[in-house]
């Protein structure tokens, strides 16, 4: 998440616009470049958001629904999004905004727009998520404050250190933090899959101490090839998975009981009815 220069919440993952929207087409920069929160939400709704890299379209012949399928969205616009589909179609797709630095007042903000759209409470299905363990620590005082009790993870990066003990690299830091101080703040992990010490061993550190631990970022786009990287960290016991193509995610997690998945999982992408018959398990 960032902020527009009139308050508005924009999903986005960059502070500045340049590498996903073509705003150096429209607009010249603003104090020496294109910072969200230099745009007013007016400005960068109309810009157009490119794919591109690990963003880019996987799916050949795929037709948007939308009417502005490219534009960027706000934080708002998304709860809608995921509060429409589950009236729609009796789901249970959650939110996982991230919180990109520790500004108090994009803290609260995430806080206040997510309790607003009905994602306020543990069974809500809504995660924020932050590499800046301050963040969630501001946050975790907002929601005392707030009443809410939304699900926080750490992001960073699995470790052991040399005294045995497992914690989460906090890049802003630049230090691993112990998994025993992170439950002091969060009630979850999210790690890179090039993790040094991504293994059963701290997965299970984890869990004894009620930390779910999430994967990131799975962007294979062939079936069999993701089924695969998906189901390794299946077997070692990670609880759910940031992805670029969460159909592949959620089809995985479907048949991860059962009989093979990459047999299966062509199967169950299909149809939409396929996919509808696979939802509402973790995988995201």
């Not at 990109?100 to 994009?106: H, R, V």
């Amino acid at each position: 998440m960032q902020i527009s220069s009139d308050g508005a919440l924009i999903a986005i993952h960059d502070a500045t616009l340049t590498r996903t929207t073509n705003v150096e087409t429209l607009f010249a920069p603003r104090d020496g470049g294109y910072s969200v929160s230099d745009f007013t939400l007016a400005e960068i709704k109309t810009l157009t958001a490119l794919t591109g890299a690990t963003a880019g379209c996987g799916y050949s012949g795929f037709t948007p629904s939308s009417p502005d399928p490219f534009r960027v969205p706000t934080l708002t616009e998304v709860i809608d999004l995921a509060s429409g589909w589950n009236a729609d179609r009796g789901a249970d797709v959650g939110v996982n905004p991230e919180a990109k630095a520790a500004s108090p007042e994009l803290n609260r903000k995430i806080i206040e727009e997510l309790a607003a759209g009905g994602f306020g409470d543990p069974g809500d299905k809504a995660i924020i998520q932050s590499f800046s363990f301050a963040a969630l620590r501001d946050i975790l005082v907002i929601q005392g404050a707030l009443g809410t009790d939304i699900f926080q993870a750490a992001l960073g990066a699995a470790l052991l250190d040399d005294e045995g003990v497992y914690g989460v690299f906090d890049f802003g830091l630049g230090a691993s933090v112990p998994l025993t101080e992170i439950t002091g703040f969060a009630r979850g992990v999210g790690v890179t899959l090039r993790s040094p010490n991504l293994d059963a061993d701290f997965i299970g550190a984890a869990h004894d101490l009620g930390l779910q631990v999430h994967g990131w970022t799975f962007i294979t786009a062939e079936p069999v090839a993701a089924s695969a990287q998906f189901q390794t960290c299946i077997d070692i016991g990670t609880d759910g998975f940031f992805a670029n193509f969460p159909d592949l995610a959620v089809a995985v997690a479907a048949v991860a009981a059962g009989p093979s998945p990459i047999a299966l999982l062509g199967a169950a992408l299909v149809s939409l009815a396929g996919m509808a018959r696979i939802r509402g398990h973790r995988a995201a």
